[in-house]
Each structure stands twice: as C-alpha cells, then as structure tokens.
C-alpha cells in the first residue's frame, strides 16, 4: 500500500456519483511543485485524480468547489486497461481523509486593504 498526501486546488467542482451502490465523491487537484528542469527551477502543476467514499463524499461534494485549497491523504490506487491495443495505467487517490484549508469564497470575500491612509476621526484614542 502506498500512502499520499497532497496539498493544492480543486480543478473542478466535486462530482457526486454513486458506485457499487455508495455515495463516491471524484475530483482533481491540482498541486504546484518546484522542480530543476533542464538546471532551472520552475513551478510545475501535477494533476490527481481523487475519489472520496460514503458520507465525506456527501460533505465535499456539498461544501467545495472548483478553487478551494484542500489537502487530501489516501492511498494511491493504480487502475490499469487496454484501449485501442494499447496498454493503459491512471494513478488515483482513494482519500482517506481530506481537509478544505481556505474557500476560494472565503478568499474572494474579503474586503481589499484600502491605501488611504487614516482620518484622524477614525483613530483609536489610547
């Protein structure tokens, strides 16, 4: 059994399916690493595949959508087929436990820092 833990931005809002009769959760996220390409360091976007089961599927197909930072734990499942003749491998999460870390509504919702500087009417006596 091989364990991940992944860190990054849902890629499109939840999908709530059901599969062998339980409520499953898919989605994407993607993560940002740094990596030495070619001898320079550049920011790469890896793309996975998640799957969440039963009532957390329920909560996150609910409660996020596309944007959200989310950290995602479980465990890498490979699931192989054949089209066209050709042999074909796709690496997903089956996620054991998730954590939303901050709403993209969350984020959007905040008021913009202003640049004026403060009235004397709006300082604090202290």
Excluded: H
Excluded at 84 to 112: F, H, M, N, W
């Amino acid at each position: 059994m091989a364990l991940i833990s992944v860190c990054g931005r849902l890629g499109q809002d939840p999908e709530l399916l059901e599969l062998a009769g339980l409520p499953a959760c898919k989605f994407s996220v993607a993560e940002s690493v740094r990596r030495k390409v070619r001898g320079n360091w550049e920011n790469v976007t890896q793309w996975w595949s998640v799957i969440v089961w039963r009532a957390p599927a329920e909560w996150l197909a609910r409660d996020a959508s596309k944007g959200d930072w989310i950290y995602v734990e479980g465990e890498i499942q490979l699931q192989t087929w054949e089209q066209d003749g050709v042999k074909r491998t796709k690496a997903e999460i089956s996620a054991s436990r998730y954590q939303l870390c901050a709403p993209k509504r969350a984020e959007s919702q905040r008021p913009e820092p202003s640049s004026a500087p403060p009235r004397a009417s709006d300082a604090i006596p202290f």
